[in-house]
């Protein structure tokens, strides 16, 4: 070894160069540990406050106490509600209405293990410093509780200080104090992504109507008789097949257009397929209400020919078509039902990959979107479409279902992953004081909001209590006393009363008991940005 060469260090030896490190002082690590202390609940507290979700009032965008199930008649798997400890007397599929009887109900029925609700993360710090930072409509938001201000509410934000609100036909309306009249408001992107809830998925049919099930089970007839959901031809019986699987596909380079419809009712030539705001997560009884506003996708893969597949739906009286072309243009169109002829709203073309594209018709809130692979291609403009709010009340008396079809024509095709979806329909009615007194800001009964207050509704519209149904006694001290002197009007939030804004579930609980005892994993696919 070279004397130039540094001797390397023994373990555990000490030498002259390399004294020993010092300790720091207890009192010096107590400190930083108390610094660190302080530092994670100044997070915790003002900027990242950490809350369970105690109901299911945010069902199906957010969870509280519920078991997860899988339908025996289509394999669908959905959340349930546990709104007592004892859960639900019985579940229902919200993809095919298949009903069972839960272990509550009937000796050997349906076991079912609650999980606990959705653990999130709220931003804290932006209501404080307000101005773009502060609350903004669709919002998913916490506040305190109307009745005990020591609880949190999560709800989403519909309505902003100084706006009048109504809810009309399951959509808000919305009049500013610079506006001259109440019109439709639009979600934002991700907020009605969030709030496009699974209506009829072609993965999972149904292996029998709700007929057959209730032919057995006499003494819980569900209130659908006849409920099957599928896809029939319409018209014409050449070109499609395989609509009984889960890939449907239309062989017919050489033919003409033909058509699909989606249907509900058993039996010969049956009508349109009727769409309501059922949620798996809720129990059975409640009133239902028709939706027509929805979104029908599906993977394309065109295989031969120069035609098309279109995707249609319609509103009411007003049809719409979006066709996505071999060559790779892309249209969208419209008719009423008076007349045959079709106006383009709109036209573009893309570039088709050798693989399926996702393709997409939708109309929400007067709005109509194409998209492809999930981004907006198409849409319609309030210049093309809106509607008057003298126009939806009278549209909402009426109860015509929407038409939902596929075409094709000159083309070989293949479609997979069919789906339907519906918007949030927010519910009118009797919802104050157990049901006998209008709800505040519905159909026929708006509110305009004073200028430091807010107003809530929950995605689970029929199972949620907001501020539709806020009355005198929902009030606690904190309120009672401004609602008496006039300060105060019912159904609102004031703005002290914020917390802030959700925006990631961060720990979505446990996986059910297993046969070998409890799963302590979290399920970590539930963890996920709240929009």
């Known amino acids: 070894m070279n004397r130039d060469t540094p001797r390397p260090r023994q373990l555990g030896v000490a030498t002259r160069d390399a004294p020993k490190p010092r300790k720091e002082p207890v009192l010096t690590q107590i400190a930083s540990f108390v610094e660190l202390f302080v530092w994670l609940l100044v997070l ?10 105690p109901t299911g009032s945010m069902a199906e965008t957010l969870s509280g106490a519920h078991a997860t199930y899988t339908c025996p008649n289509c394999g669908f798997e959905y959340p349930v509600g546990f709104h007592n400890p004892a859960g639900p007397k ?12 839960t272990q509550r109900e009937q000796p050997g029925g349906v076991r079912l293990t609650s999980k606990a609700g959705d ?3 709220v931003h804290g710090w932006p209501f404080d410093i307000g101005g773009p930072f502060g609350p903004r409509r669709w919002d998913v938001v916490v506040f305190k509780n109307p009745n005990e201000p020591d609880i949190n509410f999560i709800k989403r934000l519909i309505g902003l200080p100084g706006e009048t609100i109504e809810i009309i036909d399951g959509d808000v309306f919305v009049k500013g104090k610079d506006d001259d009249a109440l019109h439709a408001a639009r979600k934002t992107p991700h907020a009605q992504n969030a709030l496009w809830f699974p209506y009829y998925d072609h993965d999972y049919p149904p ?12 003494h819980m007839r569900p209130r659908w008789s006849a409920y099957h959901p599928r896809w029939v031809t319409h018209g014409d019986q050449g070109g499609w097949a395989g609509l009984e699987t889960r890939a449907p596909r239309f062989d017919g380079a050489e033919l003409s257009r033909r058509e699909i419809q989606f249907v509900t009712r058993v039996g010969n030539d049956p009508p349109p397929g009727r769409v309501l705001d059922v949620y798996g997560y809720n129990s059975t009884g409640i009133e239902y209400h028709d939706v027509t506003d929805v979104r029908l996708s599906t993977d394309v893969d065109l295989l031969t020919g120069d035609g098309y597949v279109e995707l249609s739906i319609s ?27 079709k106006q383009e709203w709109g036209a573009t073309r893309v570039t088709l990959p050798a693989h399926p594209v996702r393709f ?26 809106g509607v008057l709010p003298e126009v939806a009340r009278k549209n909402s008396r009426v109860r015509i279902p929407p038409t939902i079809r596929i075409a094709a024509e000159r083309v070989e095709a293949s479609l997979a992953c069919l789906l339907i979806e519906r918007d949030v329909y927010y519910t009118s009615g009797n919802m104050r004081d157990r049901g006998t007194s209008p709800g505040t800001g519905t159909q026929g009964h708006p509110i305009t909001l004073n200028d430091d207050v807010y107003f809530m509704c929950g995605d689970n519209s029929p199972g949620s209590h907001d501020s539709r149904a806020w009355s005198e006694q929902d009030l606690g001290p ?33 996986l059910p008991l297993t046969e070998k005892g409890p799963n302590l994993l979290p399920d970590l696919g539930r963890v996920r940005w709240i929009h």
């Not at 915790?44 to 979700?53: A, Q, V």
């Not at 019985?90 to 009887?101: A, G, H, K, S, T």
């Open 315 to 341: 509103k009411y009286y007003h049809f719409f078509y979006a066709r996505l072309y071999a060559d790779g243009r892309v249209t969208l169109e419209r008719r009423n039902h008076d007349s045959p002829e």
């Open 207 to 218: 292996q029998e109507s709700s007929t057959d099930w209730a032919a057995r089970h006499k």
């Open 119 to 121: 653990r999130i993360v």
């Open 90 to 101: 019985i579940v229902q599929c919200p993809n095919c209405r298949y009903q069972l009887p």
């Open 360 to 385: 997409a018709l939708g109309h929400a809130d007067y709005h109509v979107t194409v998209e492809i692979d999930g981004k907006t291609v198409l849409e319609s403009s309030p210049e093309q479409y």
């Open 478 to 510: 904190h309120l009672r006393a401004a609602y008496a002197e006039g300060h105060y009007d019912l159904g609102t939030v004031p703005a002290n009363q914020m917390i802030g804004r959700a925006f990631l579930v961060y720990w979505p609980g446990f």
């Open 44 to 53: 915790k507290s003002f900027f990242l406050p950490l809350f369970i979700i």
